[in-house]
């Protein structure tokens, strides 16, 4: 079993700052990626930034230049800065990892249980 446990939202005013942290625990032999998405009241699940054991990483437009995503992969979390908040940034953000339970196992998806983000003045 492997869980993804997410902390850090809350309620910010636009401009403003927050972090939140994801740490993964289980059986991991390895994780590839580690990253987040978000999902806004109506609208679909969308990518947000992800981290590779590489050391790279990738955003989405709309967060390019503001989050800045992090990871430590001897303690196997990820965080995501944000900065310069606005309203269309509410959203549950999920905390996601592609997971090997083993050397030759598949990669495994596993998922937070999400934790809300809410910019408004």
């Known amino acids: 079993q492997v869980q993804l446990v997410e902390s850090g939202g809350g309620l910010v005013q636009p401009g403003g700052s927050l972090r939140l942290s994801c740490a993964a625990s289980g059986s991991i032999f390895s994780i590839n990626v580690m990253g987040w998405y978000r999902q806004a009241p109506g609208k679909q699940r969308e990518f947000v930034a992800a981290?590779?054991?590489?050391?790279?990483?990738n955003y989405a437009d709309s967060v390019k230049g503001r989050f800045t995503i992090s990871r430590d992969n001897a303690k196997n979390t990820v965080s995501l800065q944000m900065n310069s908040l606005k309203p269309e940034d509410t959203a549950v953000y999920y905390c996601?990892?592609?997971?090997?339970?083993?050397?030759?196992?598949?990669?495994?998806?596993?998922w937070g249980q999400g934790t809300q983000v809410t910019v408004s003045s």
């Open positions: 981290a590779f054991r590489s050391g790279s990483t």
């Open positions: 996601n990892a592609g997971v090997k339970v083993y050397r030759y196992s598949p990669e495994l998806d596993r």
